[in-house]
């Protein structure tokens, strides 16, 4: 019986090794081929992990290849892929079923990375940002509107989201010490009080020390994205529908009143005034910060005796960084050069910190069961069971580290008049210089994307 | 006998089991039709907001022509500005049916916004090119008629956060007919479908 249940264990950590490092590998695949510009082989380990039937299985997988069709120049294969992955958002808004509840289950009992990736609320405006410019590039205006007045409606919903969440972190938390204290009193459960843990000094200071980073960033007001306003103001200026460019536009005026572009497109919504014969540069710099594994030692206070020291797992925030500080263009009649709309990183720094209480005391509830589990076993089954517990611990321990990786570091505009041969040169200054030749049309949006200096650009132009 | 007694009952209930999981489709009755609604636009409201705003547009009487004839009427744009994939064309579809059907307005196809054009129309006057066609059926020159009213129009919607659980959807349909000659505006309705559901996700 005794063998049974160590068999049993053993198996558990190896299922558990075998599931976190396929994802982790798939994701250090795609990263490594889209950060050397290598949009196809990353777009090729994007494509192996979507699941067609079930996107919400892929959900992550989806935004990922999104981007890669995007940049290949596959506007419809990518609307697809963005539509599979806001289905799959829907699916996770309205879906309680017990498949997706043991999956919870799981990555209460094991760790994060078992839970379903279902999207952080940026992915959500991002992802109609993006199919806007995608339906744009293929001329279906009508399509674009909705998609940016989509984008738009889920910056109203990531408001209401964080406010709702912000008091269901506080209730969470109540509810784990209650159910940690009651199966204390019953014997069945782990004895620790998380929000004693997380109220604690040597906690706080073992927290302050690892997020640093997070108290000296500034966030972005009521967790707006900046790029997602300022390009649906823009589309619907581009459209003529100055009345309505003007409303959104008033807003990317008033969050950035200095940058240039965004005052002369407000000043020519205000105007009523149609822009003609203009160009945007739309440039997304660099790579998005990511979340990286960091372990370290925290003390968790149980509550019938003692205070003991155990090794916990948390996501913290690395920076990848712009490409380059911004790009110069040239015309023939004219020279700009880009400045930052949406600083990307500060986007997701702003989301990931209120998510952080969250994470945390999953993480704490998590350690201290496990750790009274590894004790209580250990008498139990003696020296043999409290190792292979020690061991099921160690490998089950692991940080939630998916996150949409394709994204830029920060996003930049330029504006210029299109000069009459209708050409343009991107550059960086240094070794990059594309010549783009603008086809027949009113105005045009040329969007340049940019993972590291010296990889390929991907360079597409969407008429208006 | 036991036996085949309990052999014929879990049939039975494995028939009925099946049959209840099967999902058969059946029509929808379109005058009675007690399905559930939805958060977005589906016929019902196509249908309730084409007829509201024809009887209306019918009922003002600025569509009967003072010497008795009819208006030719084009059909403009109808821009989507709501959060759904929605084809305009559906609904202006309807409301030009219900228009001509009145015996006032005739829709041209030769000009207009979207699908309401006819290709046809311009690609039977290319064949003036070709020797196989008999002269005298071609489209004479200069006998296509301009319109003399245009239907143009916009869906907007907005979405307010009606309380801890709801959503409130409203979707204002707007419609105006202009005389293309004089530009004024010779009539316009604005008809409002709301919705109220779950909050949970969004409405799209």
Same mark, same amino acid.
């Given at each position: 019986?005794?063998?049974?249940?160590?068999?049993?264990?053993?198996?558990?950590?190896?299922?558990?090794?075998?599931?976190?490092?396929?994802?982790?590998?798939?994701?250090?695949?795609?990263?490594?081929?889209?950060?050397?510009?290598?949009?196809?082989?990353?777009?090729?380990?994007?494509?192996?992990?979507?699941?067609?039937?079930?996107?919400?299985?892929?959900?992550?997988?989806?935004?990922?290849?999104?981007?890669?069709?995007?940049?290949?120049?596959? %506007?419809?294969?990518?609307?697809?892929?963005?539509?599979?992955?806001?289905?799959?958002?829907?699916?996770?808004?309205?879906?309680?079923?017990?498949?997706?509840?043991?999956?919870?289950?799981?990555?209460?009992?094991?760790?994060? +990375?078992?839970?379903?990736?279902?999207?952080?609320?940026?992915?959500?405006?991002?992802?109609?940002?993006?199919?806007?410019?995608?339906?744009?590039?293929?001329?279906?205006?009508?399509?674009?509107?909705?998609?940016?007045?989509?984008?738009?409606?889920?910056?109203?919903?990531?408001?209401?989201?964080?406010?709702?969440?912000?008091?269901?972190?506080?209730?969470?938390?109540?509810k784990q010490d209650s159910l940690a204290n009651r199966q204390a009193v019953d014997g069945t459960g782990a004895p620790f009080s998380v929000t004693d843990t997380? #109220?604690?000094?040597? %906690?706080?200071?073992?927290?302050?020390? =690892?997020?640093?980073?997070?108290? &000296?960033?500034?966030?972005?007001?009521?967790?707006?994205?900046?790029?997602?306003?300022?390009?649906?103001?823009? %589309?619907?200026?581009?459209?003529?529908? &100055?009345?309505?460019?003007?409303?959104?536009?008033?807003?990317?005026?008033?969050?950035?009143?200095?940058?240039?572009?965004?005052?002369?497109?407000?000043?020519?919504?205000?105007?009523?005034r149609a822009p003609k014969g203009q160009c945007w540069v739309i440039f997304e710099n660099g790579l998005c910060v990511e979340r990286v594994e960091f372990r370290?030692?925290?003390?968790?206070?149980?509550?019938?005796?003692?205070?003991?020291?155990?090794?916990?797992? %948390?996501?913290?925030?690395?920076?990848?960084?712009?490409?380059?500080?911004?790009?110069?263009?040239? =015309?023939?009649? #004219?020279?700009?050069?880009?400045?930052?709309?949406?600083?990307?990183?500060?986007?997701?720094?702003?989301?990931?910190?209120?998510?952080?209480?969250?994470?945390?005391?999953?993480?704490?509830?998590?350690?201290?069961?496990?750790?009274?589990?590894?004790?209580?076993?250990?008498? #139990?089954?003696?020296?043999?069971?409290?190792?292979?517990?020690?061991?099921?611990?160690?490998?089950?321990?692991?940080?939630?580290?998916?996150?949409? =990786?394709?994204?830029? +570091?920060?996003?930049?505009?330029?504006?210029?008049?299109?000069?009459?041969?209708?050409?343009?040169?991107?550059?960086?200054?240094?070794?990059?210089?594309?010549?783009?030749?603008?086809?027949?049309?009113?105005?045009?949006?040329?969007?340049?994307?940019?993972?590291?200096?010296?990889?390929?650009?991907?360079?597409?132009?969407?008429?208006? | 006998?036991?036996?085949?007694?309990?052999?014929?009952?879990?049939?039975?209930?494995?028939?009925?089991?099946?049959?209840?999981? *099967?999902?058969?489709?059946?029509?929808?009755?379109?005058?009675?039709?007690?399905?559930?609604?939805?958060?977005?636009?589906?016929?019902?409201?196509?249908?309730?907001?084409?007829?509201?705003?024809?009887?209306? *547009?019918?009922?003002?009487?600025?569509? /009967?022509?003072?010497?008795?004839?009819?208006?030719?009427? *084009?059909?403009?744009?109808?821009?989507?500005?709501?959060?759904?994939?929605?084809?305009?064309?559906?609904?202006?579809?309807?409301?030009?049916?219900?228009?001509?059907?009145?015996?006032?307005?005739?829709?041209?196809? *030769?000009?207009?916004?979207?699908?309401?054009?006819?290709?046809?129309?311009?690609?039977?006057?290319?064949?003036?090119?070709?020797?196989?066609?008999?002269?005298?059926?071609?489209?004479? /020159?200069?006998?296509?008629?301009?319109?003399?009213?245009?239907?143009?129009?916009?869906?907007?919607?907005?979405?307010?956060?009606?309380? /801890?659980?709801?959503?409130?959807?409203?979707?204002?349909?707007?419609?105006?007919?202009?005389?293309?000659?004089?530009?004024?505006?010779?009539?316009?309705?604005?008809?409002?479908?709301? /919705?109220?559901?779950?909050?949970?996700?969004?409405?799209?």
């Amino acid at each position: 019986m005794k063998d049974t249940v160590l068999r049993v264990l053993l198996a558990a950590g190896a299922l558990l090794v075998s599931g976190c490092a396929t994802n982790r590998e798939a994701l250090r695949a795609f990263n490594a081929s889209f950060e050397q510009g290598r949009y196809e082989a990353a777009d090729d380990v994007a494509g192996h992990r979507i699941n067609k039937k079930n996107p919400h299985k892929a959900l992550l997988w989806n935004l990922q290849g999104g981007t890669t069709r995007l940049l290949l120049g596959d %506007f419809a294969g990518s609307v697809t892929l963005y539509d599979q992955a806001e289905a799959a958002f829907k699916f996770y808004d309205l879906d309680s079923t017990a498949e997706n509840a043991v999956q919870l289950g799981a990555a209460l009992a094991l760790n994060d +990375s078992f839970a379903p990736y279902q999207g952080e609320e940026y992915d959500r405006i991002m992802v109609n940002s993006y199919k806007g410019l995608c339906f744009a590039a293929l001329g279906d205006y009508e399509n674009a509107r909705v998609e940016f007045n989509r984008a738009l409606q889920r910056q109203e919903e990531a408001k209401h989201h964080f406010a709702r969440q912000i008091k269901k972190t506080k209730t969470e938390l109540a509810k784990q010490d209650s159910l940690a204290n009651r199966q204390a009193v019953d014997g069945t459960g782990a004895p620790f009080s998380v929000t004693d843990t997380l #109220e604690s000094d040597s %906690f706080k200071d073992a927290m302050r020390e =690892t997020y640093s980073n997070l108290d &000296t960033f500034q966030a972005y007001p009521d967790f707006i994205n900046p790029f997602a306003t300022y390009l649906a103001g823009l %589309f619907f200026l581009l459209e003529g529908d &100055t009345g309505k460019a003007s409303g959104i536009l008033k807003e990317s005026f008033g969050m950035d009143p200095d940058h240039p572009v965004v005052r002369a497109d407000f000043a020519d919504a205000e105007a009523g005034r149609a822009p003609k014969g203009q160009c945007w540069v739309i440039f997304e710099n660099g790579l998005c910060v990511e979340r990286v594994e960091f372990r370290l030692d925290i003390p968790i206070f149980l509550v019938t005796r003692e205070l003991k020291m155990v090794n916990v797992a %948390f996501p913290v925030l690395s920076t990848r960084g712009r490409a380059v500080d911004s790009l110069s263009i040239s =015309t023939a009649t #004219e020279t700009a050069r880009t400045i930052a709309i949406c600083d990307m990183d500060r986007v997701i720094r702003t989301e990931f910190k209120k998510d952080l209480t969250m994470i945390i005391g999953r993480e704490v509830a998590r350690q201290a069961a496990k750790t009274y589990l590894q004790y209580m076993v250990q008498r #139990e089954y003696g020296d043999l069971g409290g190792i292979i517990m020690a061991v099921f611990q160690t490998f089950s321990t692991a940080a939630d580290t998916r996150s949409w =990786t394709a994204l830029p +570091s920060d996003i930049q505009v330029a504006r210029f008049p299109i000069s009459p041969d209708r050409r343009l040169t991107v550059s960086d200054g240094g070794r990059l210089s594309i010549p783009v030749q603008l086809p027949a049309c009113d105005n045009a949006i040329v969007h340049v994307r940019l993972p590291q200096v010296g990889v390929p650009a991907a360079v597409s132009i969407i008429k208006f | 006998m036991r036996q085949n007694r309990l052999f014929a009952t879990c049939s039975t209930l494995a028939v009925l089991l099946l049959s209840g999981c *099967a999902h058969v489709p059946e029509n929808i009755d379109l005058q009675n039709d007690r399905g559930h609604a939805v958060m977005g636009l589906d016929y019902r409201d196509f249908d309730l907001a084409a007829s509201q705003m024809v009887q209306s *547009a019918l009922a003002s009487g600025t569509l /009967k022509k003072p010497d008795g004839g009819r208006y030719v009427m *084009a059909t403009g744009k109808v821009v989507n500005d709501t959060m759904q994939r929605i084809d305009t064309d559906q609904l202006m579809a309807k409301i030009e049916e219900e228009l001509m059907n009145s015996g006032q307005v005739v829709m041209t196809s *030769a000009i207009g916004a979207g699908d309401a054009t006819d290709d046809m129309v311009y690609e039977a006057r290319e064949l003036r090119k070709s020797d196989e066609f008999d002269a005298g059926t071609l489209a004479p /020159k200069g006998r296509l008629v301009a319109p003399d009213l245009s239907v143009s129009g916009k869906i907007i919607q907005r979405d307010v956060f009606y309380d /801890k659980r709801t959503r409130q959807v409203e979707y204002y349909f707007q419609l105006r007919i202009t005389n293309l000659r004089t530009g004024l505006r010779f009539w316009q309705k604005e008809t409002l479908i709301g /919705k109220r559901g779950s909050n949970k996700s969004v409405s799209w």
